[in-house]
């Protein structure tokens, strides 16, 4: 039996998954468009630089029928194009840069404060599932897996506001202390 790309360790995805704009996930010029930025750290507090973040959301409504168009090709050359910046389609694709910096504009979830986001990076076998709360709508008490949470391990899971529209949310994929490893969920 030969060995699949998710029993080695990758990084496979970072060749084909990324994809024009995949970090837009909102129109441009939105008035409502947010931004969400960070930093993904492996145990050692050092930046991963080859990470793929996926953000997966509803649109402001609650809908989840999303748009497509993500992974539109040229008719011509057959190359990714990607969006068409004007539909929303609730779902992001985006890696890290050589600092391990993500960035992503999108607009605010209806239905539920928060980002689906799914971490695939260098070293991990499975990739891993985690939310990113963002302010303001967001009642820690309210929702069920924050309230269930130590304060320390729930703020892994904040979006800290860093400026007008835009919050910041670093991921850590290991860490204890005074840098806690971000939350993470396990689906059966």
């Known amino acids: 039996m030969s060995t699949t790309p998710s029993q080695t360790v990758g990084p496979f995805y970072g060749y084909a998954l990324p994809f024009t704009k995949g970090g837009e996930i909102a129109p441009a010029g939105h008035p409502d468009a947010l931004t969400v930025h960070g930093h993904v750290y492996d145990g050692a507090g050092a930046p991963v630089p080859d990470a793929l973040i996926e953000i997966w959301q509803p649109a402001p409504d609650g809908s989840r029928r999303g748009a497509p ?16 910046d004007v539909g929303f389609t609730g779902f992001g694709r985006v890696g890290t840069d050589a600092d391990g910096h993500y960035e992503l504009r999108t607009l605010p979830p209806g239905g539920v404060p928060y980002l689906s986001v799914i971490v695939f990076a260098r070293g991990l076998l ?42 910041r949310f670093d991921i850590r994929l290991q860490g204890d202390g005074e840098h806690e490893e971000t939350v993470f969920l396990a689906f059966d």
Do not use: N
């Not at 168009?69 to 068409?84: E, F, H, M, N, Y």
């Not at 304060?151 to 400026?163: M, Q």
């Open 69 to 84: 168009g993500s992974l539109r090709r040229d008719p011509v050359t057959g190359a990714v194009i990607g969006r068409t």
């Open 126 to 167: 499975q990739h891993l599932h985690t939310r990113i709360y963002l302010p303001g709508l967001t009642d820690t008490a309210a929702d069920p897996l924050l309230a269930g949470l130590e304060p320390e391990r729930r703020a892994t899971l904040l979006a800290v506001p860093h400026g007008e529209r835009l919050h």
